[in-house]
């Protein structure tokens, strides 16, 4: 396998900041998450980022067009992002299942984001294989490979001295190719590190078919009790798509249309005009959320809207826990 | 009767081919040419646009399908939409602060408009039957979507039947339609009804479905159409129940809280549908499997 030294990580980085924008995992003001790759960053490639990759493709918030008021003549300018190509650098096989489930929701089904994928279409994405599972990280329950993932443009294979790299896709040879050519690769025989026997495990095989049958069923009555609706784990969700529209007036006559970021967690998120909400209190927002990971999203596109990640997990501030959720529906009694 | 929607393999058929690359967030320009109040909280808004120097219809829409109006500054909101040849027309029932400001305005305003959206009433399987339309209220704007297709396509069904009731007189909407269009129409019966009549009310008084009861519809070879408020919706299945309507034959349409009317979003999903997308239309034998949670 074509390798290179993990003392040359710098110099990888260099050559691929180079030829366009590189986002890699780092730690800033103590916040790990991808940034834009510079000289004087604080990279990490120790554990996954605390905040998913997701806010590269589907930003926290974002402008979708500007508007001139009614009243006068109106009129609407799209505000699309810049088609440029970026790499992201370092990308867990967790992080990179979520992105393909985001794809699924963004870019089928008779309609695609614009926002989403012009954003998207540029991006080459370098996975990188975890040789060591972290406390909360479950991905193997959830049928991933952690060292591997067969979405991604590029892999790169944690070798103990040396990154292994391959690539998987045009875009994928590119940056081996760029590396190659800078003189970085060298051919290395050294097994794949792989990690040790997870911490973490959950049997999920069925639990989309059996909560078919299990949407009225006793478990909801006592699950919702400790959460406080904060939306935390939506938000630290790599798969979490939900957004709200919304819209700022900058004066009188012009303003600007938002997609932020919305939670299922939120009593606005389905309230209508005139008040009625068909998920009034927390049971439903509760049920609703592990119902769309997994059974609603497995129904409508064939895989987990859960990846393993464990992020939901680890900042649950009353570890009300999907690993825990699965289990207890694994032991539940239908009809019960 | 219509498809099962949820079914993984229906749900596959929607594949890359049908994707349209436009944005699907930005709406049309367009304008409210006529606004015809209908009661004291319901008005119709006529919108066109403008395409060389000559108002037109924004886009077309099936009976059932939705469209999503937007007043730049306040808010946008999905609603149930009236194909016409030059216009669509949006009945709008004062509920927030978006249908508020719309009340507000007046012809010649500029709003947004995108769409079409939903799947819609499913017309040619209804083909030849008869069909019986039941509304309450301001139910009778998705309901008329599918009336005018009968109308206009008389040929291709057998008799229709309109049971209508609003709370007052006074709230009944498109009066032009129940005691002038629709009467005139060939074997089609209008039954309409108040929860209370006023001094020159000489029709029904009484709930939907006590004078569905009193009507009795032939449930043989007729499909249903039932919109309007819960509360008259579920007691007037359990009066077509007891008529002899089967649950494939009885159609209606749901309403959850829509942002990008793309099934993107998130927040109209009822169990694994989304109502944008894959509704607003669904048998009640379709509704039998999805979550209660509407």
């Given at each position: 396998?074509?390798?290179?030294?993990?003392?040359?990580?710098?110099?990888?980085?260099?050559?691929?900041?180079?030829?366009?924008?590189?986002?890699?995992?780092?730690?800033?003001?103590?916040?790990?998450?991808?940034?834009?790759?510079?000289?004087?960053?604080?990279?990490?490639?120790?554990?996954?980022?605390?905040?998913?990759?997701?806010?590269?493709?589907?930003?926290?918030?974002?402008?979708?067009?500007?508007?001139?008021?009614?009243?006068?003549?109106?009129?609407?300018?799209?505000?699309?992002?810049?088609?440029?190509?970026?790499?992201?650098?370092?990308?867990?096989?967790?992080?990179?299942?979520?992105?393909?489930?985001?794809?699924?929701?963004?870019?089928?089904?008779?309609?695609?984001?614009?926002?989403?994928?012009?954003?998207?279409?540029?991006?080459?994405?370098?996975?990188?294989?975890?040789?060591?599972?972290?406390?909360?990280?479950?991905?193997?329950?959830?049928?991933?490979?952690?060292?591997?993932?067969?979405?991604?443009?590029?892999?790169?294979?944690?070798?103990?001295?040396?990154?292994?790299?391959?690539?998987?896709?045009?875009?994928?040879?590119?940056?081996?190719?760029?590396?190659?050519?800078?003189?970085?690769?060298?051919?290395?025989?050294?097994?794949?590190?792989?990690?040790?026997?997870?911490?973490?495990?959950?049997?999920?095989?069925?639990?989309?078919?059996?909560?078919?049958?299990?949407?009225?069923?006793?478990?909801?009555?006592?699950?919702?009790?400790?959460?406080?609706?904060?939306?935390?784990?939506?938000?630290?969700?790599?798969?979490?798509?939900?957004?709200?529209?919304?819209?700022?007036?900058?004066?009188?006559?012009?303003?600007?249309?938002?997609?932020?970021?919305?939670?299922?967690?939120?009593?606005?998120?389905?309230?209508?005009?005139?008040?009625?909400?068909?998920?009034?209190?927390?049971?439903?927002?509760?049920?609703?959320?592990?119902?769309?990971?997994?059974?609603?999203?497995?129904?409508?596109?064939?895989?987990?809207?859960?990846?393993?990640?464990?992020?939901?997990?680890?900042?649950?501030?009353?570890?009300?826990?999907?690993?825990?959720?699965?289990?207890?529906?694994?032991?539940?009694?239908?009809?019960? | 009767?219509?498809?099962?929607?949820?079914?993984?393999?229906?749900?596959?058929?929607?594949?890359?081919?049908?994707?349209?690359?436009?944005?699907?967030?930005?709406?049309?320009?367009a304008?409210?040419?006529?606004?015809?109040?209908?009661?004291?909280?319901?008005?119709?808004?006529?919108i066109s646009k403008?395409e060389?120097?000559?108002m037109v219809v924004p886009f077309h829409t099936?009976?059932?399908?939705?469209?999503?109006?937007?007043?730049?500054?306040?808010?946008?909101?999905?609603?149930?939409a009236?194909d016409a040849p030059d216009h669509l027309?949006?009945?709008?029932?004062?509920?927030?602060?978006?249908?508020?400001?719309?009340?507000?305005?007046?012809?010649?305003?500029?709003?947004?408009?995108?769409?079409?959206?939903?799947?819609?009433?499913?017309?040619?399987?209804?083909?030849?039957?008869?069909?019986?339309?039941?509304?309450?209220?301001?139910?009778?704007?998705?309901?008329?979507?599918?009336?005018?297709?009968?109308?206009?396509?008389?040929?291709?069904?057998?008799?229709?039947?309109?049971?209508?009731?609003?709370?007052?007189?006074?709230?009944?909407?498109?009066?032009?339609?129940?005691?002038?269009?629709?009467?005139?129409?060939?074997?089609?019966?209008?039954?309409?009804?108040?929860?209370?009549?006023?001094?020159?009310?000489?029709?029904?008084?009484?709930?939907?479905?006590?004078?569905?009861?009193?009507?009795?519809?032939?449930?043989?070879?007729?499909?249903?159409?039932?919109?309007?408020?819960?509360?008259?919706?579920?007691?007037?299945?359990?009066?077509?129940?007891?008529?002899?309507?089967?649950?494939?034959?009885?159609?209606?349409?749901?309403?959850?809280?829509?942002?990008?009317?793309?099934?993107?979003?998130?927040?109209?999903?009822?169990?694994?549908?989304?109502?944008?997308?894959?509704?607003?239309?669904?048998?009640?034998?379709?509704?039998?499997?999805?979550?209660?949670?509407?």
């Open positions: 396998m074509k390798a290179f030294p993990k003392a040359k990580l710098q110099e990888v980085l260099k050559t691929l900041a180079s030829k366009g924008t590189l986002y890699v995992p780092a730690l800033v003001d103590e916040t790990h998450r991808y940034y834009p790759y510079r000289a004087d960053i604080q990279v990490s490639l120790e554990q996954n980022s605390a905040i998913s990759p997701k806010e590269i493709f589907f930003p926290s918030t974002e402008k979708i067009y500007n508007f001139t008021a009614y009243g006068i003549d109106g009129d609407y300018e799209e505000i699309l992002p810049d088609r440029t190509a970026c790499v992201l650098f370092g990308v867990r096989s967790c992080d990179m299942q979520a992105i393909l489930c985001m794809d699924d929701v963004f870019l089928t089904r008779g309609y695609i984001d614009e926002y989403y994928a012009t954003r998207r279409e540029g991006a080459t994405i370098v996975a990188l294989g975890c040789s060591k599972a972290g406390a909360d990280c479950f991905c193997s329950s959830m049928g991933l490979n952690p060292v591997e993932h067969e979405g991604a443009d590029a892999q790169l294979y944690d070798l103990g001295d040396y990154y292994g790299i391959q690539g998987r896709t045009e875009k994928g040879e590119k940056v081996v190719e760029a590396l190659a050519v800078a003189g970085l690769l060298s051919e290395s025989s050294a097994e794949v590190l792989v990690p040790e026997e997870f911490v973490l495990q959950v049997d999920s095989e069925g639990i989309a078919e059996k909560l078919q049958a299990m949407f009225e069923h006793s478990l909801w009555d006592q699950l919702w009790r400790k959460c406080i609706n904060c939306g935390t784990c939506t938000y630290l969700c790599p798969t979490c798509h939900c957004f709200d529209i919304s819209e700022k007036k900058k004066n009188q006559h012009c303003g600007v249309k938002i997609k932020c970021w919305d939670s299922c967690m939120f009593n606005e998120y389905a309230m209508m005009a005139g008040g009625h909400n068909p998920r009034p209190s927390k049971k439903e927002k509760v049920r609703q959320r592990f119902m769309h990971k997994l059974r609603y999203f497995p129904e409508r596109y064939g895989k987990y809207q859960c990846t393993g990640c464990g992020r939901c997990i680890a900042k649950c501030p009353v570890n009300l826990e999907i690993t825990d959720v699965i289990n207890q529906v694994r032991e539940a009694k239908v009809n019960g | 009767m219509v498809k099962d929607n949820a079914t993984p393999e229906n749900l596959a058929k929607a594949t890359t081919e049908e994707i349209k690359r436009i944005n699907p967030l930005i709406p049309m320009k304008k409210v040419t006529k606004i015809i109040e209908e009661t004291p909280d319901v008005k119709t808004f006529y403008e060389n120097g000559q099936a009976p059932g399908q939705l469209a999503m109006l937007s007043l730049p500054g306040v808010g946008e909101a999905m609603f149930s009236t027309q949006l009945s709008i029932k004062k509920v927030g602060t978006l249908t508020d400001e719309l009340h507000e305005i007046v012809p010649g305003q500029t709003v947004g408009i995108r769409g079409p959206y939903g799947n819609g009433f499913p017309m040619d399987q209804i083909k030849g039957k008869n069909v019986l339309f039941i509304a309450g209220g301001i139910g009778l704007a998705p309901v008329r979507t599918a009336v005018r297709y009968c109308v206009d396509h008389r040929d291709d069904f057998a008799k229709l039947h309109l049971v209508y009731g609003s709370r007052s007189p006074a709230d009944l909407v498109f009066q032009y339609d129940l005691f002038e269009t629709w009467p005139a129409v060939r074997d089609f019966q209008v039954s309409v009804t108040v929860d209370r009549g006023d001094d020159n009310w000489k029709g029904n008084v009484g709930f939907v479905p006590a004078f569905l009861e009193e009507l009795k519809p032939n449930p043989d070879n007729t499909v249903c159409i039932i919109c309007g408020p819960p509360i008259m919706i579920k007691f007037t299945l359990g009066i077509l129940d007891k008529l002899g309507f089967t649950a494939e034959n009885v159609i209606t349409t749901l309403e959850m809280r829509m942002k990008c009317g793309i099934g993107k979003c998130g927040r109209c999903n009822i169990g694994s549908c989304y109502i944008c997308l894959d509704g607003p239309v669904f048998t009640l034998a379709e509704m039998k499997k999805m979550p209660n949670e509407y």
